[in-house]
Structures are given as C-alpha cells and as structure tokens.
C-alpha cells in the first residue's frame, strides 16, 4: 500500500496530466456528442435487426419497420446524418485536436485547426478511379491497368472516417507544435498598422507561420511516400494500428485497464480521467469500427470497447451494488444519509457523492469490492462477449444512461446483454452486503 501511495500513484498522475495526453481526451470529449448522434442515427436505421430472422425472427415487425423508414425518407436522414458524424470521425478529431493543442501551448486555437486539417488534406491519398470499360482475355486472373488510365479523384472517404484518426492524432500534434512555436517567433510575423480589422491582422500574424508549416509538413509527408511506396495512412496501419488493436483488444488489456482505473480512485485521484488519457485513443476507433459493422449488418469485430460500460454500472466502481445492499442492510446513519443523498445521481452512473462522501477513497473496508467488482466484471464480460454468448458493444451511448437501458443501446438492441447487466446488478449486490455489514459492526464498536 505505501508503495502504491508513494509510487504508483504519483506516476499515474504525471502521466494522466501529460499535455499531450490531455489535449487528445478533450479533443474526444468535445466530439463526443456528435458520436453520439451518428450513433443514434444508426440505431434507429438498424434497431429491427432484433426481429430478424437471426433475433426474434419476428419478420413483421422487421419488415414494418424497414418499409416505414425508408417510405417516410427517415432512413436518409440518419444515413446522412451518419456521414456527417462517425463517416468524418478523423476530419473532426483533427480540428477539435489542433485547438486543443494550441491551448495547452497558449497558441492561436482556430489558426492551429485550419493549418492541422489543410495538412491532412493535403496528404490525404485520392481516389482512384479507373476508365469506364477494359478488357481481358478469357479467364484471365490478374490484369494489368497503364497508370496513365487512372485518373486522381476526390479524397478517398475511407481516410476520413476512424481509419484516418491515428494519422491525425500523430499528424495533428507534430503541425501544433511545429505551427505554434513558429507563431511565437517575432522575426515571422507580419504586423498591420492599427486601424486594420483584428480578424485580417491576425491572419497575417500567423500568415509566414502557416505557410512555413503547411510547405514543410506536406514536403515531408510526400516525400515520405515516394520514398518509402507507402503513404502514412498504410504506415500508421501497419506498424502502429495494427499492433496496438492486437495488444488492445485482449482479456489482459480489459482486466488491466479495470484495475488501474479504480486503484487509482481509491487513493483520491480520477482514475476514469486518467487512464482514458491513454486508452480513449485507442477504443474509440475500434468502437467505430463496430459501428460501421453493425451499420452493414457484419459481424462485430472488436470486444474491449464494450466491455467497460458493464464494469461501472452505477459508475466508476459499480457502485449500484453498494448503493442496493446499503439500502437493504446497512443501520448506520451516517451512511444511510449519503446513499439516499446518492440513489438519484447513482442510477445515472454518477457516484462522486459515494465515494468523498461515505467515503470509499482511503476506505480500508470498502476499497476491496469497489476493486474487485468491476475486475471481475470485466472478465466475465469479455469471455462472453469473446464467445459471442452476449451481444458486443457497438453503439457510443451518453455515459449517463442508466443501467439495463445502456446495455441495450451500446449493443444496438441486444437482450442477452441487457440480461446479463441485470445478473451483474445481483453479484454486485451479494458482493458488496458483507462489506456493508463489516462496516456496520465497525462502526457499531
């Protein structure tokens, strides 16, 4: 224990407040809500899937419903309305990024977007697009097309949904601190005379800078490519994406990131906060791609990225259970008067007023299941998922969104697992009333 307090948690803290780490988790905090939207408008496009013949086979309700959307135009809506969100997942990040960053580095927050996105763009491989008929002989296998027949087309939409956010995470931190340090630097700005508008003089401040980055930043991702045959969105995928999704999408991976977040907790500090510095970059595009998965009807590919919303039912510690036990066995008073000040805020996973308030930080008694629950939850929870006995997280739901409902949205509809959170609910009960009780005895002596 002192070696947690004294070692593990100070390093947890310096990492989870790296300037880096924290301008990428805002960054997916404030695209957040429009995840969240093109999360919705691919539920309401393929909620029926429940009454498929693969589901409840219930084809006249599944056959209703499709008719009813696509005849009243409400399945183009959503459609577009997922273009615009989780189709542009790394257009947004990019931008959101770039401000994040030039806060951190007190920089010009809407310059360092527009120079972040031009680069990106910029690099962006194009569409390929070939001539309108070829032809082959018979049975040929492998044919062979002149490069002077393929014409370059528009960006290539592939790089602009969450395949592209690795490069743009990477892409967008190397232009901000590049970008930024070149804006504070006297010798390259350009300075107007006083009566010009703020809004032009400003563009011409940071006018040597951008083009300076944008030149440099462009040159060197080109070059790159020819040198290399690989331009850096095949780069990122094969020695970075690809590496990190293996290593990420494991049983230790879920069972590792469970503990840390709520060691963490027990000693004071965020860990939800701090641990999602490091793991947000890495789940939410795989959560995308199981969106995009359910959106086509395919099967989900990814287990990590579902597994944590089974683990904090009640929040961060699966608190609910303490909250239920406590009602049901707990006789002291001062405990009985922050879980009913907690039991409103508790059901929709906000558990602050537990955890100072009972408290559970520095707890001795409580400390253990507040670990051990969500730990637990977080193996069974991938094992099942991992054998597809429950339904996979596919959807991004508001993170306040009550248990048994947050299981059926995230798994876009799934009544195996909002089966299981309810079997959840109990164990986290039995786990937590022998606590209750060693904690009214304790307190009773």
């Known amino acids: 224990m002192k070696f947690l307090e004294e070692k593990f948690v100070p390093f947890a803290a310096r990492i989870g407040s790296q300037r880096h780490l924290v301008a990428i988790r805002d960054a997916f905090v404030v695209i957040m809500p429009v995840t969240i939207v ?30 009813f959307i696509n005849s009243t135009g409400i399945s183009d809506v959503m459609s577009a309305v997922n273009k615009g969100s989780i189709n542009m997942m790394a257009v947004l990040l990019v931008v959101t990024l770039g401000y994040q960053m030039a806060k951190g580095l007190n920089g010009d927050g809407i310059a360092t977007s527009v120079v972040s996105l031009t680069c990106y763009l910029g690099l962006a491989p194009a569409v390929q697009t070939l001539n309108n008929s070829y032809s082959w002989a018979e049975n040929a296998k492998n044919v062979e097309v002149l490069t002077d027949d393929i014409a370059s087309g528009g960006i290539a939409g592939a790089k602009l949904d969450s395949n592209g956010m690795f490069v743009g995470m990477l892409l967008t931190i190397v232009v901000a601190e590049i970008f930024i340090r070149l804006s504070k630097n ?71 990131v469970s503990f840390l977040t709520h060691i963490l907790w027990v000693f004071g500090l965020h860990g939800a906060n701090l641990v999602g510095a490091v793991t947000t970059p890495i789940f939410t595009p795989m959560l995308v791609q199981n969106t995009a998965a359910f959106e086509n009807h395919q099967a989900i590919p990814n287990v990590v990225p579902g597994v944590d919303l089974f683990t904090k039912m009640g929040g961060s510690g699966a608190t609910l259970g303490l909250l239920i036990a406590s ?91 909002t089966i299981y959170q309810a079997i959840g609910i109990v164990f986290l009960v039995l786990l937590w009333t022998p606590f209750v009780l060693m904690s009214n005895k304790q307190n009773a002596d």
Do not use: H
Not at 43 to 64: D, H, K, P, R, T
Not at 229 to 253: E, R
Not at 337 to 343: A, D, K
């Open 38 to 67: 093109g999360a919705v408008a691919v539920l309401i496009n393929n909620i029926q899937g429940v009454f498929a013949e693969n589901g409840l086979n219930v084809m006249s309700i599944y056959n209703g419903y499709t008719n």
């Open 186 to 256: 006297d010798k390259l700005k350009i300075t107007l005379p006083d009566g010009v508008p703020p809004a032009v003089a400003g563009s011409f401040t940071v006018l040597v800078p951008a083009i300076l980055s944008v030149i440099l930043i462009v040159a060197a991702g080109t070059y790159i490519e020819r040198i290399s045959g690989m331009n850096l969105w095949t780069i990122i995928q094969k020695f970075v994406s690809a590496p990190l999704n293996s290593v990420a999408d494991t049983l230790g991976t879920a069972v590792l």
């Open 327 to 417: 009602l049901l066995f707990s006789k002291v008073q001062a405990e009985r008067t922050v879980i009913s000040i907690s039991i409103a805020p508790g059901l929709f996973e906000i558990n602050e007023p537990i955890i100072f308030g009972l408290p559970i930080v520095m707890n001795p008694i409580y400390m253990l299941p507040f670990i051990v629950g969500p730990v637990v939850l977080s193996i069974t929870t991938y094992l099942l998922m991992d054998f597809n006995i429950i339904e996979r997280g596919c959807l991004s739901i508001p993170w306040v969104t009550p248990p048994l409902l947050s299981g059926f949205l995230v798994t876009g509809g799934g009544f195996r697992a």
